[in-house]
């Protein structure tokens, strides 16, 4: 199972993530051929090799003849699902610019098919979301795994006028992703950058156990005084475990947020796990107790990267009747896992891919996607989910 590790040390953009991708490998001819089977005109790509601060990288450059055209949601996805690319780049290319619309949708106070792309619609963003998609499938990255993100500081100036660093899109986009602030005076995450980021890593954190194969990177546009301003990819394999297998796990590390509550309307507990959930927890547990006094009580368990811990602990304290929290940091180990598109005896629909220990693959359905087709189809939800396992494996 191929891994790819992002390492984000000076932010990423779109162009600086196709630049790495290009410095890994993939052929520059290449990628112009599968990108002219887009419906678009007018666009050709150049590839430069440039130094920063000594290191060698390759910066792309889309060179347009009208970036004007504003387009819509509905208009992109249109295009991306009207090429001959394979179903699996177009899931793709479609989740990150959903990313992006979902942010200015809230930002701007319309409907995600109501937003207007400005500059993200151009097709120079077209070329790296798309292209990025591409890059990936060509070679053959399964898991991503991110560092966490730097960000900037000052203001930029784009269709909207005048906007902070990082920019309300920039920000909408990496909610539940852990971030981290610097002095450096520029954008050093695009909406691009943040939404390839977002839909393509697993999870955050440090370099995981991995044999190197390959190291590409991507130059950004302009020269930082301080650090190399760069975007890193760090491809390989999982590391052999005891029996001679490549591992299928990845490590990271996530905050356990504990509380017992015994004094408080049960009620209370649904509403509390889904303002958890949407304030970036991984999962929450109800787990019963007994506490002192030998009364019935529920623990409160919440898992969580550390940049939400936070406002997790905020949650808790403000919508229950405790008085206060324990949180410890736990390591854990997860094996990797990818969403793919299947056909299936209802049609082609999303599923997990899981690689286990020795190697093997285990599909696991989605189940919103089985709920959906139970009470679509009058049939028990045993019977789809036991039908999609029974057709993917046949």
């Not at 990797?336 to 005896?345: D, G, H, L, Q």
Request: charged fraction near 20%; aromatic fraction near 8%; charge should be negative.
């Amino acid at each position: 199972m191929m891994l790819a590790y992002f390492d984000c040390f000076s932010g990423i953009s779109g162009d600086m993530t196709l630049g790495a991708f290009l410095d890994l490998g993939v052929p520059v001819e290449w990628l112009k051929d599968q990108l002219a089977r887009l419906p678009l005109a007018g666009f050709d790509i150049y590839v430069d090799t440039v130094s920063r601060n000594g290191i060698t990288a390759k910066s792309v450059r889309v060179q347009i003849e009208d970036n004007t055209t504003s387009r819509d949601h509905a208009q992109i996805r249109s295009l991306i699902t009207n090429s001959p690319l394979s179903r699996n780049i177009k899931q793709i290319s479609h989740d990150i610019f959903e990313r992006i619309a979902q942010a200015e949708a809230v930002i701007h106070g319309c409907t995600v098919d109501q937003v207007h792309f400005h500059e993200v619609g151009g097709i120079d963003a077209i070329v790296d979301i798309v292209g990025t998609a591409l890059c990936m499938d060509y070679l053959g990255i399964k898991t991503v795994i991110s560092s966490h993100i730097p960000l900037g500081k000052g203001f930029i100036s784009c269709d909207h006028g005048t906007l902070p660093v990082p920019a309300p899109a920039t920000l909408g986009i990496l909610k539940g992703v852990p971030v981290y602030g610097t002095n450096i005076p520029y954008e050093l995450v695009t909406p691009t950058g943040a939404a390839i980021l977002v839909t393509l890593a697993e999870s955050y954190g440090e370099l995981p156990e991995m044999i190197i194969e390959k190291t590409g990177y991507g130059a950004g546009k302009r020269d930082i005084e301080s650090i190399p301003n760069l975007f890193r990819v760090v491809m390989g394999t999982g590391i052999w475990d005891d029996t001679g297998q490549k591992s299928a796990l990845h490590k990271d590390t996530v905050v356990v947020l504990e509380t017992c509550i015994d004094d408080m309307n049960p009620e209370v507990f649904g509403f509390l796990m889904d303002r958890l959930f949407e304030q970036g927890a991984l999962d929450v547990y109800w787990i019963p107790v007994f506490m002192k006094k030998n009364r019935p009580g529920t623990l409160v368990q919440v898992l969580c990267r550390k940049n939400v811990k936070q406002a997790l602990v905020d949650c808790i304290l403000s919508e229950t009747s405790t008085l206060g929290i324990r949180y410890y940091d736990a390591k854990r180990c997860m094996l990797t896992r990818e969403t793919v598109i299947m056909k299936t005896a209802y049609g082609e629909i999303q599923v997990k891919r899981i690689t286990e220990p020795g190697g093997g693959v285990r599909i696991v359905p989605e189940y919103e996607v089985c709920r959906n087709i139970a009470l679509e189809n009058k049939v028990p939800i045993r019977v789809v989910y036991d039908t999609i396992i029974r057709s993917v494996t046949e």
